[in-house]
């Protein structure tokens, strides 16, 4: 098993350019997740999917969308990159809710906005 | 102030010391993760609990459901265990996570 992988794992882009991340995990597992990590900051959550089909906003959604393309898949979009969406973005999935599971997290996306 | 609140932000230690990282948190929980992010950034989980007392190998993680408080310790501290801490608190009838800042610590040989 190949666990939760993310593409790309960097990327630079210029204001105002878009881009998607993508996530993908073998586990099927039902919930996914996307985050962004801050020097001096804890993770945080950009937005959620609970189930294929369904996604609900976290603490910090604005400048994002999402895709919850079938249970595998969830991907995040960028639609016009500003600095400070300049992070890391982490995707993680778990087999059921955040309250009772491990959750298990990709490598990681280090994203620079020029 | 954050929900999930972690000390010391920053940790060094002499080879085979005692570690104790804390966490209170203020936001209901259900369950309390302690994760380890690698030099290298990736995450793993090392321990959910929501009572108690864990224990994996050189580590054990407890929980005071009443106080709010968590603490990780490490026994007979090596450098390899030179990572970032994260405490995050299951939210309670949600599938949000909250996340403290994070507790560096170095283990020097």
């Known amino acids: 098993n190949a666990g939760v992988t993310q593409t790309p794992k960097f990327q630079v882009l210029k204001t105002g350019q878009s881009m998607t991340l993508q996530c993908a995990q073998d586990?099927?597992?039902?919930?996914m997740y996307w985050y962004r990590q801050d020097p001096g900051m804890g993770l945080r959550l950009i937005y959620y999917s609970a189930s294929e089909g369904t996604t609900d906003k976290g603490e910090v959604p604005n400048g994002y969308n999402v895709s919850r393309l079938n249970k595998r898949e969830f991907s995040l979009r960028l639609e016009s990159a500003a600095p400070s969406q300049t992070s890391v973005y982490f995707c993680a999935s778990i087999l059921g809710t955040a309250s009772y599971n491990e959750q298990f997290f990709g490598p990681g996306t280090r994203l620079t906005v020029l | 102030k954050n929900e999930v609140e972690q000390s010391p932000q920053n940790l060094t230690a002499q080879e085979g010391e005692f570690i104790t990282i804390n966490c209170s948190y203020s936001v209901g929980i259900s369950a309390l993760h302690w994760l380890q992010q690698h030099p290298g950034g990736g995450i793993v989980s090392l321990f959910m609990l929501s009572s108690g007392k864990k224990k994996h190998g050189r580590l054990i993680a407890t929980i005071n459901i009443q106080e709010k408080h968590s603490s990780l310790h490490i026994t007979a501290s090596h450098p390899r265990d030179s990572a970032v801490y994260i405490c995050a608190g299951g939210v309670y009838n949600n599938n949000d996570m909250r996340f403290g800042a994070g507790t560096r610590l170095t283990v020097k040989p």
């Open positions: 586990m099927n597992h039902n919930s």
